[in-house]
């Protein structure tokens, strides 16, 4: 907790430690509430750096004993986290012994308890609060580790690497011994203690190696754990075959915990898991939360080279890892679909997943990039690094590596990434070194340019311009580039961006492409990288004025400023024969359609949507050549987040006055549509988790959503038979959702059935509780959803102190139900300021994620900034504040 004000850590301050450690032996004494830890390390001095003190941090700790080669240190500097030691010579063996409270600990940063077992989290910075240590990620150190327990309430002992002996101690105490041959750097260490069981598997590595793969559960969850194994194996084999890396250990484990801030951790060789990405079964699982099992499984398992093997040197190259770990679990879940999909079907399940992740960057990057947290991929400084594990550097971060992708082309990327390993591996590095290594192996390819996509923040806008000339049968296309201002970066320069580009000729198919000077037409699909503030590129040989298709599979994280009409915009979606740009044209249109009828609505008027757009979203839905997925993701009308981004100023009510009239009409105008294809895109037979069942599941919850919208007895009454016959979560949640969102008279009869059958069940509450704070309010007269919310709170499931808890009740409202959040009496802002200092009090890291719903209050209208400005102030204000909640209302308030 901070004293005063949280101090800003710079990237230009990086310098490397005078000493580091090169083994480490760590001794536990587990204890609920005081375990010892006993660390006894091997410190060398850095003849790489200038001389100075051993530098060790610490904190939420007590400290027993400290020796440096046996004695008691002379030269010894201590403040409230910091401790340097002076010591002569080259080599020194310090030991510290120290006491720390892991019930206590209810941050999930350090060491903490969850269910009675222990568990360790430390990335970024929670090994300090396990010991004493240089605790920054370019000390790279072995580590054995020692630990003890009383063998009834934890018989399960695991540390990272090869466990060595394992034993009996008196006192109904046990213990295990485990050593890691790879050096890592401290955010990697992880330990459990606890009664758990394993499902196991053995595979052998491409090039002949035995491994055992473990993943660790509660045993009441064993049934729901084969997902989690297959997707490991799948993860091992695709790493295999399209990087060539290989499982370096000798056993695997991924351990499920109930508590845990975020979604998964990569410790080496025994990852730890939120129990929601790793538990999957028909019966509480959604077709989505298989999909997400499989691919934070495989972000995890390829940590392991992009991450671990290969570390970052400072927290400022996050995105080193997870931009590139990111990019490599988009690019596995894409295969994985494709293969399943079949030869005719994978550039659609391709296409399907790239729409999925655009819809991510657009709902949650986009709009941090526009607001006061905005920062480069690689950030200048932070206040509390905990802050920046971003949507910016998580998922800008992949698509930055997938621009160098497309620029260097498959085979140039993969002797990149080979030159990068034999480089650097074993090495802590940065994203210079990654950048240099692409280019190098790519015969000096010039990346200095590519660069500023790592300075640089804020999404850059590109526009373009088109002139056919009939008489030359020629087409030039003018592409513009440039990107706003964003806090201490008033100007920016132009960016590498690579524009994939397809002229569309008046019969709705592509027209050749020749580039003027080329001897003949080449594909119809091009790549152009703008490197300009303006730029042109001129076509030839085409015989009529093109419709032209920009950014086709999306090729850069930028937002196309270009003015369609309605009638090109149905065209495109009618034509385009690149499947992102098609359910992109159809996305466009909705947000034209929508902001008019909100613009409308906020004037006091109810309009329409235009009869052409019903038709052009009508003859997608209904195109039986399309793919069930790709026409589900298609019928989604833009989120709800998306849009409020590009209305100015953003007026949540207004824009819920818009969704809901929409969702009405196309539920009303097409309603026998819907009801034939709720009933052709039923699957018969038992539920298994593919793809292809996959997406004609989600179409049919789909249809189910609009019927129910409509709010007609007929359509409310098919909600509601789907409730009570489905087979599977998929079919049994996506009928409550459409309740839910409904003016069914039955919805809060189906949530206390499904409260009922899933009492006991933490992760299915989860999405019962999410289910209900995300509830719009489809009659004017029914009460707002912050009652229930409320009421929720209550509910004897319910728990401040379990983020996934917390996510589902209080993120949805926070995050993902504008309207009723941003009520006009007020009454959402004044319990978010509540709850985000009840959370500070807690547990900071989940209390900062809460407390960025609002960082974005100064697009919003005049009467809704005047309401959330007191509430950031009494927030900024509170005693006790954490550096993690004051960075971000702080930054807020500007
Ligand atoms: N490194 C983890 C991942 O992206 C995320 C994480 C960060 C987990 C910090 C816990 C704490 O896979
Ligand atoms: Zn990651």
């Known amino acids: 907790m901070k004293t005063e004000h949280a101090p800003t850590i710079a990237r230009a301050d990086y310098r490397p430690l005078s000493w580091t450690v090169e083994r480490i032996d760590l001794h536990f004494q587990l204890d609920p509430t005081a375990t010892v830890v006993t660390n006894r390390m091997v410190c060398v001095r850095n003849p790489a750096a200038e001389p100075g003190p051993i530098r060790l941090w610490g904190e939420a700790q007590e ?148 491994v055992l793969l473990q993943v660790w559960v509660a045993a009441a969850d064993i049934d729901r754990v084969e997902h989690a194994m297959d997707s490991l194996v799948h993860s091992m084999r695709w790493d295999e075959e399209t990087f060539g890396l290989e499982l370096d250990l000798d056993r695997f484990m991924i351990v499920a915990v109930a508590d845990f801030n975020m979604g998964a951790m990569e410790n080496k060789g025994l990852n730890i898991f939120n129990t929601k990405f790793v538990l999957a079964k028909p019966d509480t699982a959604t077709d989505i939360d298989y999909e997400n099992v499989e691919s934070v499984v495989a972000h995890e398992y390829f940590h392991n080279w992009t991450g671990n093997r290969v570390t970052c040197r400072d927290w400022f190259q996050l995105t080193l890892k997870e931009g590139l770990t990111v990019f490599r679990d988009q690019q596995f879940s894409a295969d994985m679909l494709a293969r399943a999909a079949g030869p005719e079907g994978a550039a659609s399940a391709r296409a399907v997943k790239r729409i999925d992740d655009v819809r991510v960057l657009r709902a949650a990057q986009f709009p941090e990039d526009a607001g006061p947290m905005a920062h480069p991929i690689r950030p200048d400084s932070y206040q509390e690094i905990n802050n920046f594990y971003t949507a910016t550097v998580y998922e800008k971060g992949a698509e930055v590596i997938r ?135 001129r076509f030839i040989g085409l015989a009529a004025e093109p419709v032209p298709s920009l950014l086709r599979g999306f090729s850069a994280p930028v937002i196309l400023d270009v003015e369609e009409n309605d009638a090109r915009l149905g065209f495109r979606m009618a034509h385009d024969a690149d499947p992102c740009n098609r359910w992109d044209a159809a996305q466009r249109y909705a947000e034209r359609v929508i902001l008019a009828l909100a613009r409308a609505h906020a004037e006091g008027r109810v309009e329409q949507a235009p009869a052409a757009f019903v038709a052009a979203f009508r003859a997608l839905l209904t195109d039986a050549t399309l793919d069930p997925a790709f026409r589900a993701q298609a019928a989604a009308l833009p989120g709800e987040a998306y849009l409020l981004e590009r209305m100015a100023p953003a007026d949540p009510a207004a824009l819920r006055a818009a969704l809901i009239g929409l969702m009405r009409e196309l539920g009303e105008s097409l309603a026998a549509d819907w009801l034939a294809l709720f009933e052709s895109m039923q699957v018969p037979g038992p539920y298994r988790y593919h793809p292809a069942d996959a997406g004609r599941r989600a179409l049919a919850n789909l249809a189910l959503r609009y019927l129910a919208a409509a709010g007609d007895a007929a359509g409310l009454g098919h909600a509601q ?103 006009a009496d007020g009454s959402g802002h004044a319990f978010w300021a509540d709850q985000v200092i009840a959370l500070n009090a807690k547990n900071p890291q989940v209390a900062a994620r809460m407390a960025r719903a609002l960082e974005n209050w100064k697009r919003y209208t005049p009467a809704l900034q005047a309401s959330i400005r007191p509430q950031l102030e009494r927030v900024l204000a509170a005693a006790g504040l954490s550096p993690d909640v004051e960075e971000v209302v702080g930054k807020a308030l500007g």
Not at 65 to 71: E, H, I, K, R
Not at 498 to 526: C, H, S, W
Not at 790 to 796: E, G, I
Request: hydrophobic letters at 40%; a negative charge.
């Open 63 to 210: 400290r027993l004993a400290l020796t440096v080669d046996g004695a008691v240190p002379q030269g010894l500097r201590e403040n409230a986290t910091l401790l340097e030691i002076d010591v002569e010579g080259e080599r020194a063996v310090v030991e510290i012994r120290s006491r720390i409270d892991p019930k206590a600990n209810t941050t999930l940063s350090g060491l903490y308890l969850s269910s009675g077992g222990f568990f360790t989290q430390c990335e970024a910075e929670g090994f300090r609060r396990i010991t004493w240590f240089p605790d920054r990620p370019d000390v790279m150190a072995r580590y054995t580790v020692t630990l003890e327990a009383d063998r009834a309430s934890c018989p399960v002992l695991l540390s990272n690497g090869n466990l060595l002996e394992t034993g009996e101690l008196p006192g109904g105490r046990h213990y295990a011994r485990w050593e890691d041959p790879f050096p890592k750097p401290s955010y990697l260490f992880a330990l459990v203690a606890a009664d758990l069981v394993a499902l196991e598997r053995e595979v052998e590595t491409a090039s002949g190696r035995k």
């Open 403 to 537: 621009m160098l992708h497309t620029l260097l082309g498959p085979e140039g990327f993969r002797n990149g990434m080979d030159l990068y390993f034999s480089y650097h591996d074993g090495q802590a590095v940065t994203c210079d070194d990654f950048v240099e290594a692409m280019s190098e192996a790519n015969n000096g390819f010039d990346l200095d340019q590519f660069m500023r996509w790592y300075s640089q923040a804020g999404t850059p806008r590109v526009g373009a311009r088109g002139e056919w000339n009939a008489a030359d049968a020629s087409y030039t296309l003018t592409l513009t580039q440039h990107t706003p201002p964003t806090p201490g970066q008033d100007d920016k320069l132009p960016l590498v961006i690579p524009v994939a580009v397809g002229l569309i000729g008046p019969d709705g198919k592509d027209m050749p492409l020749q580039f003027d000077g080329e001897k003949q037409a080449g594909p119809t699909t091009r790549l152009l990288t703008l490197t300009e503030a303006e730029q042109r590129f």
């Open 721 to 823: 038979a789907a409730f009570e016959r489905a087979g599977n979560m998929t079919e049994r949640f996506g009928a409550l959702a459409a309740l839910v969102q409904s003016t069914s008279p039955a919805r809060d009869a189906a949530l206390a059935a499904f409260q009922a059958r899933y009492r006991d069940d933490a992760l299915v509450l989860d999405k019962w509780f999410a289910l209900q704070a995300g509830a719009w309010r489809w009659q004017a007269d029914s009460a707002p959803t912050l009652e229930r919310v409320r009421a929720l709170m209550n509910d004897a499931a319910f728990s401040l102190a379990n983020p996934n808890k917390v996510y589902a009740l209080l993120g949805t409202f926070f995050r993902a139900n504008a309207a009723e959040f941003h009520a």
